[in-house]
């Protein structure tokens, strides 16, 4: 079985960063990185308050099956054994009512990383990897009071759908570059990711 890929690039203040896929040896560096989140970051990313991660969490979030359940982790590459920077995932929604190509995604980026270009890291390698499993709408439900998220999935082209407590957006796949500045630069990542899965293949 060939080695996951591993794709190092920057983030905006240079700082290198690693992404690669979440496999099941990483529940201590998970439950290390959510003890040190905020309690506001906490709510944002469970909308709720989550105090703890349980052991079936736990797994239910390392061991994914790359296809249904795809997640990558953003790593600190000056200090490898630290957490890392967060974590990107999204759930395929099911097989009912053509949602087998829609997937639930969520970003999960340590307070002391988030300001630095690592959401749009993760969200890009989920971008980049979708297709390739035949998802083509990536959803993002979001609380009301996340601001700074929603008006970022409206610039890179997101549609509401419906709201209640929270906001459903479905950001369709690929993006549109044309939508916003922001779309462009996102879609520029994604040809970023796209280069160095390929530089990844060719060393493999």
């Known amino acids: ?5 591993v794709l190092r690039l920057t ?3 240079g700082r290198p960063v690693a992404l690669r896929p979440i496999e099941p040896a990483d529940r201590d560096r998970l439950a290390t990185g959510f003890d040190a989140l905020s309690t506001a970051s906490r709510r944002l990313r469970f909308l709720g308050s989550v ?5 079936a969490h736990l797994s239910y979030l390392t061991e994914v099956d790359g296809h249904d359940h ?3 982790g953003a790593l600190d590459l ?3 054994a630290l957490p890392g920077f967060g974590v990107g995932r999204f759930i395929r929604l099911g097989k009912t009512e053509g949602l087998d190509t829609v997937a639930e995604f969520s970003l999960t980026v340590l307070d002391s990383a988030q300001g630095h270009g690592v959401g749009q890291l993760l969200l890009a390698v989920l971008a980049v990897v979708a297709p390739s499993v035949g998802v083509e ?6 609380a009301q009071d996340n601001d700074r998220m929603l008006r970022w999935l409206r610039r890179l082209g997101a549609v ?4 209640a407590e929270e906001e459903t957006l479905d950001l369709p796949l690929p993006v549109d570059p044309s939508v916003s500045d922001s779309a462009a630069a996102f879609v520029d990542t994604m040809e970023r990711i796209r280069a160095e ?7 493999g």
Do not use: H, Y
């Open 1 to 5: 079985m060939p080695d996951p890929p």
């Open 11 to 13: 983030l905006r203040d």
């Open 51 to 55: 105090s703890n991660l349980s052991e």
């Open 70 to 72: 795809v997640a990558w």
């Open 78 to 80: 000056t200090d490898p």
């Open 137 to 142: 709408t990536l959803r993002g439900v979001v």
């Open 160 to 163: 509401a759908i419906g709201s």
């Open 197 to 203: 899965m390929r530089a990844s293949e060719r060393k």
